[in-house]
Nanobody, 125 residues
Framework: QVQLVESGGGLVQAGGSLRLSCAAS????????VGWFRQVPGKDRKFVAA????????YYVDSVKGRFAISRDNAKNTVYLQMNSLKPEDTAVYYC??????????????????WGQGTQVTVSS
């Protein structure tokens, strides 16, 4: 059974930092896209960041470029999201996700097969 377990969420003041982690078990995702999405109440889940199998060219939604960094450790089957200079508008539930069949350029929810349970990030002003 495949599981993705996020950790690292919490409450932080504007300008602060958090590091989210997502540990996968049940299968390896070293040859697949992994990514992060976020969702606020009443809104659709939105793409935040993703990284392809090679880990060379991560990509981000424009609103987090220069502030967030996604990385992966295939040996640990883990993906990270370093979030710096956090803003109140970053407040959301953050979901880790992994693809079963796409290796790169994964920005659409439909490309992903597995999802974590989500971790709350709250940024106070």
């Amino acid at each position: 059974q495949v599981q993705l377990v996020e950790s690292g969420g919490g409450l932080v003041q504007a300008g602060g930092s958090l590091r989210l982690s997502c540990a996968a078990s049940g299968r390896t995702f070293s040859n697949s896209c992994v990514g992060w999405f976020r969702q606020v109440p009443g809104k659709d889940r939105k793409f935040v960041a993703a990284i392809g199998w090679s880990g060379i060219s991560p990509y981000y939604v424009d609103s987090v470029k220069g502030r967030f960094a996604i990385s992966r450790d295939n040996a640990k089957n883990t993906v990270y999201l370093q979030m710096n200079s956090l803003k109140p508008e970053d407040t959301a539930v953050y979901y880790c996700t992994a693809s079963m069949s796409y290796r790169d350029y994964c920005e659409r929810q439909s490309q992903y097969s597995y999802w974590g349970q989500g971790t709350q990030v709250t940024v106070s002003s």
